[in-house]
């Protein structure tokens, strides 16, 4: 268990004018499950080859437990990381997979012995000791090449998107086995994927990045209900948020916006008095979907809950809700119904809208604004 | 985001592991520097060693009288050459030719679900397994014009089958590609093979369900796909012509007199035993320049059709 | 065999069968005529025709091409010629494969600035015709009192092997995952550990290609063997062309086609019982990536 720090990491590949890693600074606490998201090309899998040192970077430091290990060689720096692919040695069996990492540390040959025992029995992997890799299903290979890295008992564990090769099923079963690995083990883990369901559902804290920047770090929570800037909140959630870009009025009431529906009925959003500073302005707003839903007499009457008539173009049923399209001023919008509501494609529906979880985001800096 | 820069912490030094690491980061190019020195000297030196002496007058010996282009205006004046080179061109565009017609006629054959596919296969390519030493010694014997194959002719009725090819002085150079076809045809079948199953067969089936027949999709979707395997195999036929000595040196000689010569045996023949070293080398680069000519547009087709990709 | 719906007699299948058997025959004919003349006697030579059987089976002509036939000034048969080659081979095969896996072992998984420039030099080695290296390679081995030796041969070919083996290891190597060295690294594998606990446990096809390769490549040489040997070390290929060219008095066809199996034969065995590997080889040298 151990603390790492990334301190303005930079990296600069070549000669090449653009940054990889544009000064990325992370504090990653002991015994936490880190994740790291991005789309692909964000550098995500850049920082990550630096933290284990399989990748020089161009400025700044990594420093474990204190100690900086930037110049260290990867096997001096005590990290264990489980690869996409699995990268396991296809000559040797899961037992000498798993003792590899020891034996080269000339480890004794009992302890060896003991280590493969005990992880193999945390991973339910003893019968399959003595294969070789090529006999294992994708699940098998996957918890082989999470116990060797669990074999040398490092400081860190990285994870490369290591669920990517699963098939759905197996990957949501391994998700919860790695949550209940980290309960258990309370290790430090870094961990990428660009799957958001995995990250919300694994991580401590987040690390969204784009572009070799740190865009949000933040728990789950935060990220999904506080995004930091428009990227964050298109790139966590599914559907996506809904950005619907608006121009704020004063009314009698406080402020507001008006918002059309396709039938060119017109909708009154009442906005929050803090964004008074942005009066005859356009912001953004960003509603999620389960924001604009059917109507729930618990909310009707509250201070930032709104009603309107939209017209469904088509659902999408998912099991436990229904999204359905409408157009809100000639922009596609998501809205996420109870299918006890039944709505149909055609249909005029009323709709409610609670404002009180909305985003909002200043259309120049595409940045939150901070009620 | 934050863009504070924490204070750098006191680096881990440990002296041991840092040598190491040194040599550890050293050790592939250590690796590769027998390799690199070997190729350096041995291709890229020699090459301009070559070309210096083509400069010379050297003889017998080497020598660094420098004469400017003259072995090379000796060469082009030199009726041997001349008809090397001549010999080459007849030689390499009939080897190619055939060889490709029969590659790919014979690939597109066995491409049809053939039962003991692996053993035809294995008799088309065998003759690759041996030496042109080899290749040449036994066409020299079928093609013998008294007791070869005009009297296997004969023997079986056709009395009238007349093949003297290996001694007359305007034919001995279609022995050659004769025996150079037999020998490289198998290989450029295998290389049509693995071009052919390398093809996305639902491209094919999409091609059924468009309703065209077999021959249609040869013709117009599957061999088009292939140009990548008619370039290699043609560059690599014309490199095989071109460095083309063994054959002629065991089957003719040259002969009759120098009517089948061939560039390659021209270098050997001024370099070694008669003693022209400058001439022998001016012709070496003159091979050069010729595999340079074919190669240098090859590779930069290829990296611009890889920029591309 | 397994396939349920056969399509129904077809005079395209048959016509399909009958141009590749055919093909087929043409292509063994040599072989064939080879075989049939070496164990004839020169009277059945001149009576018979080359498709005949012979009519008295001897090994007269293999006997002779082995030990006492003419190939220049002595006459000894080819069987020095025939050791000289495995001398020569044996250790080219070895020590080209053995450096062509470490090169291909940094080409691929060590790369650093300038690996690539240095593999497009070295594959150029691949394509020069040797004819241009030939009057400094002699001069130089001359120098290093290496000319007429079979170490000086092994020399060469290994300067102009190393080429194709490192081409072959790299090759594969690019296509084992980057992720099982990183793997390694982390594990705390360094160069040498990772080339021989991980990377040469699975090189095990490949060492067959590129062993086959070199051998048939070198063994079938002629070029350097001509030029740089003489007598005592000089190879089989060279000692076969001696004969053949050997003109005192009459023909003995069956003594060329004698020695020009055993001069085949190595290769040929090679060929049918690791022809999968050859065949690799072959489509592997010449599809470069």
């Known amino acids: 268990m151990s603390r790492l720090e990334l301190r303005a990491i930079r990296k600069t590949y070549g000669k090449a004018e653009r940054e990889t890693l544009k000064g990325i600074d992370i504090d990653i606490n002991s015994g936490e499950f880190l994740i790291l998201v991005g789309p692909s090309g964000c550098g995500k899998s850049t920082l990550m080859n630096a933290i284990a040192g399989l990748e020089d970077i161009s400025q700044g430091a990594i420093v474990i437990d204190g100690t900086d290990v930037t110049t260290l060689e990867p096997r001096d720096r005590d990290i264990a990381m489980v690869f996409q692919s699995y990268a396991l040695y296809p000559t040797m069996t899961v037992r000498e997979n798993i003792a590899f990492g020891l034996r080269i540390r000339r480890q004794p040959k009992e302890e060896i012995d003991q280590e493969v025992q005990r992880v193999a029995k945390l991973l339910q992997i003893e019968p399959l000791l003595d294969r070789k890799p090529s006999q294992l299903s994708g699940g098998q290979q996957q918890r082989v090449a999470m116990g060797r890295a669990l074999a040398r008992r490092p400081k860190i564990y990285l994870f490369d998107e290591p669920l990517s090769n699963l098939d759905a099923k197996l990957r949501v079963e391994m998700r919860t086995e790695i949550k209940r690995l980290h309960r258990r083990l309370r290790t430090t883990i870094v961990y990428v994927t660009h799957d958001q369901i995995e990250a919300m559902t694994l991580a401590d804290r987040i690390a969204v990045m784009k572009d070799g920047e740190l865009q949000q770090l933040g728990t789950p929570k935060e990220v999904y209900e506080t995004p930091a800037n428009l990227f964050v909140a298109s790139f966590i959630g599914s559907p996506a948020m809904n950005f619907i870009p608006v121009t704020v009025q004063k009314g009698d009431r406080g402020l507001h916006a008006m918002v059309k529906s396709d039938s060119g009925e017109t909708i009154d959003l009442p906005l929050p008095l803090a964004l008074s500073a942005y009066e005859n302005k356009e912001i953004i707003l960003g509603v999620r979907p389960e924001h604009i839903t059917q109507i729930q007499a618990h909310k009707e009457g509250q201070p930032l809950v709104a009603r309107g008539r939209l017209t469904i173009e088509v659902t999408e049923p998912t099991g436990p809700d229904v999204i359905a399209l409408v157009n809100i001023n000639g922009i596609p919008v998501h809205c996420r119904i109870d299918p006890d509501h039944p709505v149909d494609p055609g249909d005029v529906a009323e709709l409610m809208f609670d404002m009180s979880k909305t985003s909002y985001f200043d259309p120049a800096t595409e940045q939150r604004i901070t009620l | 985001m934050s863009t504070q820069i924490g204070v750098l912490s006191v680096p881990a030094k440990r002296p041991a592991s840092r040598v190491i690491n040194l040599i550890q980061a050293w050790l592939p190019k250590l690796v590769l520097a027998p390799s690199l020195a070997l190729v350096l000297v041995g291709v890229y030196g020699y090459m301009i060693w070559t070309a210096v002496l083509s400069f010379t007058n050297s003889s017998f010996m080497p020598s660094f009288r420098f004469v400017g282009f003259a072995q090379y205006a000796r060469l082009i004046a030199n009726d041997r050459w001349h008809t090397a080179c001549i010999n080459l061109v007849i030689f390499g565009v009939l080897f190619i030719g055939v060889c490709l017609a029969l590659g790919i006629f014979l690939a597109i054959f066995l491409d049809q679900k053939i039962r003991q596919e692996g053993f035809i296969r294995t008799v088309y390519l065998y003759p690759m397994a041996l030496s042109l030493i080899v290749t040449g010694t036994v066409w020299r014997w079928i093609l013998n014009p008294g007791l070869g194959l005009e009297k296997l002719m004969h023997d079986w009725g056709w009395t009238s089958f007349h093949f003297d090819w290996l001694v007359r002085s305007h034919l001995s150079v279609y022995t050659l590609v004769i025996a150079a076809v037999w020998q490289s045809s198998g290989f450029v079948m295998a290389l049509f093979l693995a071009g052919l199953r390398g093809i996305d067969p639902s491209i094919i089936k999409a091609a059924r369900v468009d309703g065209a027949r077999l021959p249609t999709i040869y013709l117009r979707i599957i061999l088009p796909c292939m140009r990548p395997v008619f370039f290699s195999a043609i560059m690599i036929l014309a490199h095989l012509s071109i460095k083309s000595f063994d054959l002629v040196k065991v089957m003719t000689a040259g002969g009759p007199g120098y009517s089948s010569d061939l560039p390659a045996l021209f270098m050997y023949d001024m370099s070694f035993t008669r003693g022209q070293l400058g001439l022998g080398a001016a012709s070496a680069i003159m091979m050069l320049g010729a595999i340079l000519a074919l190669l240098v547009p090859y590779l930069y087709s290829e990296l611009r059709s890889k920029r591309h990709d | ?289």
């Open chain 3, 1 to 289: 065999m397994t396939e349920m719906v056969r399509k129904p007699f077809s005079f395209n299948r048959v016509l399909i069968y009958t141009v590749l058997l055919t093909a087929a025959a043409v292509y063994l004919v040599p072989l064939v005529v080879m075989l049939l003349t070496s164990f004839k006697t020169l009277g059945d030579i001149s009576s018979g025709n080359l498709m005949a059987l012979p009519t008295h089976w001897t090994m007269h002509a293999w006997h002779k091409a082995w030990s006492t036939a003419c190939t220049g000034v002595s006459c000894e048969g080819v069987h020095h010629f025939f050791w000289n080659s495995f001398k020569m081979a044996i250790p080219a095969v070895l020590i080209s494969t053995g450096i062509g896996a470490f090169n291909g072992y940094v080409f691929s998984k060590w790369r650093f600035r300038g690996s690539d420039l240095i593999f497009s030099m070295m594959l150029f080695g691949c394509f020069i015709p040797f004819q241009v290296i030939l009057l400094p390679m002699a001069a130089t081995l001359g120098k290093m009192g290496l000319a007429n030796t079979t170490a000086g041969l092994v020399v060469v070919h290994v300067t102009y092997g190393v080429a194709f083996t490192t081409l072959f290891f790299r090759n594969y190597y690019v296509g084992v995952p980057d992720a099982l060295v990183k793997a390694a690294r982390l594990d705390g594998a360094g160069f040498f550990t990772i080339f021989f606990r991980i990377m040469l446990p699975m090189s095990v096809p490949i060492f067959m290609v590129c062993i086959i390769w070199q051998f048939t490549q070198i063994w079938n040489d002629f070029l350097f063997g001509v030029v740089f040997a003489s007598g005592d070390s000089q190879p089989i290929t060279v000692g076969l062309n001696n004969l053949v060219n050997t003109g005192t008095g009459v023909k003995e066809y069956n003594v060329n086609m004698a020695a020009a199996l055993i001069a085949a034969l190595p290769t040929l065995v090679v060929y049918v019982l690791a022809g999968k590997y050859f065949i690799r080889g072959l489509t592997a040298g010449s599809v470069k990536g």
